[in-house]
């Protein structure tokens, strides 16, 4: 496959993740997608080697900023783009929904090319969840 990103879509709008996991098959990118953190988590810590993992902050189970703090405290965290209606975190990629295709193709390419999550991403602002 070579260059191909595979990215982890973490939503829990059944239509909402649809949408956006057909634009980022479009865009070329392999999408695994999960209908909430937990989900996720599993994806994010399985062998698969993800690029980026998008994310909503509410969300059943396991929410986005629980999903966040989880994976910071990883060896190696995954590159974040958070993607959702609520309060952007500070110092992470941010896309507010409602966004267009064209958006959403910007913030992703922008996320790839940035640094992956931190543990100082682990910030108050990112437990107030």
Do not use: H, N, W
């Amino acid at each position: 496959m070579g260059d191909i990103s595979t990215i982890v879509l973490a939503e829990d709008d059944d239509a909402v993740r649809r949408m956006m996991a057909v634009l980022l098959r479009y865009f070329g990118y392999r999408v695994l997608e999960a209908r909430d953190g937990y989900e996720a988590a599993l994806l994010c810590e399985s062998d698969v080697v993800i690029d980026l993992l998008i994310t909503d902050l509410t969300m059943p189970r396991v929410t986005g900023y629980e999903l966040l703090a989880r994976l910071s405290r990883r060896a190696a965290p995954p590159r974040v783009l958070v993607a959702t209606a609520a309060e952007a975190i500070e110092d992470l990629p941010y896309l507010a929904k409602p966004f267009t295709p064209q958006q959403l193709r910007a913030s992703v390419e922008s996320a790839l090319a940035g640094p992956p999550l931190s543990t100082s991403s682990s910030s108050p602002s990112l437990r107030a969840g």
